[in-house]
């Protein structure tokens, strides 16, 4: 007979080892394709491309801009011509949406790498921004479209890819492609910018074709958690060619089990160059549909998040949950026979992500190879957690008393990249 001693520990966990990094900038006085090319390498344009899609998301950023009212907002980007006529789509937060032009003459146009960098007028040498003025606090929403998305019905047969080109150049024209090579969006109170306001469940973007002297890419972004932790992630010359990106407390996710897979790395055969759906076993939390009380998708934002985000928005780390109840329930109540298995019931008072332990070489220690690891999200309230009775190996564990270690974690973050090719040097977190 087997029986369960359980042990309570709390651990402030994130899915990633911590490099810790410094880096000079430039003063902020724009906020948008700037912030992924200050530090060198080629330029990533943002997609948008509505009939391509990548594991079931569209191949488009839907930016949203948290805006009070009173403030204004400058934006622009470098397409004139949009194929659709839609240079730029803005949504108030009560939904009422507006199309903007780029004028070929100026206004909008973020033509050059300088401009690009210093921001809109009067800032010295500035673009000339489209500008709003808020009379709404809420959330709005920027698309900024393309001068050449794929066709509807083409299955991407007539997708067109902008150039690699290094970060200083700007294209205006149709070489964009299904792509915006330069965008902006900056919120000014009082005249005064305000950097930290842009954000979005996902981005996808291209950086032209990659080839052998490595196109790469060395752009900045950072994630804030629902749970208010944030990260600052160092792209670190990755090369990808088109290429999508989000954060969420899942990562991927056995399907048929419906538990994360804790990997520090881990490749997922998508079937084709299509890269239509995951194959096997596996699927994603995806970041384009509402969260649940178990799947979080987090925000990725292009600076450090705003001090003054709504509090519905944490910025200061929220303290990770303890287990109301956590006890092991067998054949006969804490206890269960020899290959059995049973379940360890628990109950939170709010959403988590879990990791029970069980020490089944009994050697005091976890996380080793053999003992058993049962991790995933838990919704509030009442949990019934699984155990097969078999190790880590697949082994029946032998009768005898053995503990059991369940951690809470705050801030878990999961970083899936979809389709970037070649990643020579890591990434920084």
């Known amino acids: 007979m087997m029986k369960n001693l ?12 911590a490099i810790l990094t410094f880096s000079c900038f430039v003063s902020a006085f724009a906020e948008g394709s700037k912030e992924m090319t200050q530090n060198g390498g080629y330029r990533p344009y943002l997609e948008w491309d509505p009939y391509q899609q990548t594991a079931s998301l569209s191949r488009v950023n839907v930016l949203k801009v948290y805006v009070n009212a009173g403030e204004q907002i400058d934006f622009g980007s470098s397409v004139p011509e949009a194929m659709n006529g839609e240079d ?18 100026g206004t909008g146009l973020i033509d050059t790498y300088e401009k ?18 808020s009379e709404e606090t809420g959330f709005w929403e920027f698309e900024f479209h393309s001068p050449v998305p794929t066709k509807k019905g083409s299955n991407g047969n007539d997708s067109v890819n902008p150039p690699a080109t290094p970060v200083s150049k700007i294209s205006i024209g149709a070489e964009q492609g299904r792509a915006v090579a330069a965008w902006d969006i900056t919120v000014k109170k009082d ?18 074709k990659n080839v052998s002297d490595q196109k790469v890419m060395n752009g900045v972004i ?55 759906a995951l194959r096997g076993n596996i699927k994603l939390q995806m970041p384009n549909v509402p969260d649940t009380e178990t799947d979080i998708t987090h925000y990725v ?16 780390a929220i303290s990770p949950t303890t287990a109301q109840t956590y006890r092991f329930v067998g054949k006969a109540s804490g206890v269960t026979d020899e290959g059995a298995g049973g379940a360890f019931n628990t109950s939170f008072d709010k959403s988590t992500t879990y990791q029970i332990t069980i020490d089944v070489n009994a050697n005091g220690m976890y996380d080793e190879g053999l003992d058993v690891l049962l991790a995933n999200a838990a919704k509030p309230g009442e949990n019934v957690i ?39 040097y890591g990434i920084k977190i």
């Open 6 to 17: 359980l042990q309570r520990t709390l651990l402030f966990s994130f899915l990633m080892t």
């Open 386 to 424: 699984y155990w097969d009775g078999l190790d880590a190996q697949g082994n029946v564990v032998k009768a005898g008393t053995y503990k059991a270690s369940l951690k809470t974690k705050g801030g878990e973050y999961h970083f899936p990249l979809l389709d970037a090719e070649n990643n020579a």
């Open 191 to 208: 005249g005064v910018a305000i950097p930290g306001r842009t954000f979005s469940n996902y981005i996808a973007m291209n950086l032209g």
């Open 116 to 133: 690009e960098q210093i921001g809109p007028y009067p800032e010295l040498g500035g673009y000339i921004p489209l500008s709003i003025l």
């Open 301 to 316: 934002f292009f600076n450090k998040p705003a001090e003054d985000l709504p509090v519905s928005m944490p910025t200061s």
């Open 88 to 105: 730029i789509v803005v949504r108030t937060p009560s939904g009422a949406e507006t199309i903007y032009d780029v004028l070929a003459d």
């Open 222 to 276: 950072y994630v804030l958690t629902k749970d208010g932790y944030q990260y600052r992630v160092d792209m670190n010359g990755l090369d990808p060619y088109g290429f999508m990106f989000f954060a969420n407390n899942r990562g991927l996710i056995d399907s048929t089990a419906n538990t994360s897979l804790y990997h520090n790395a881990i490749a997922v055969d998508m079937g084709n160059n299509n890269l239509l």
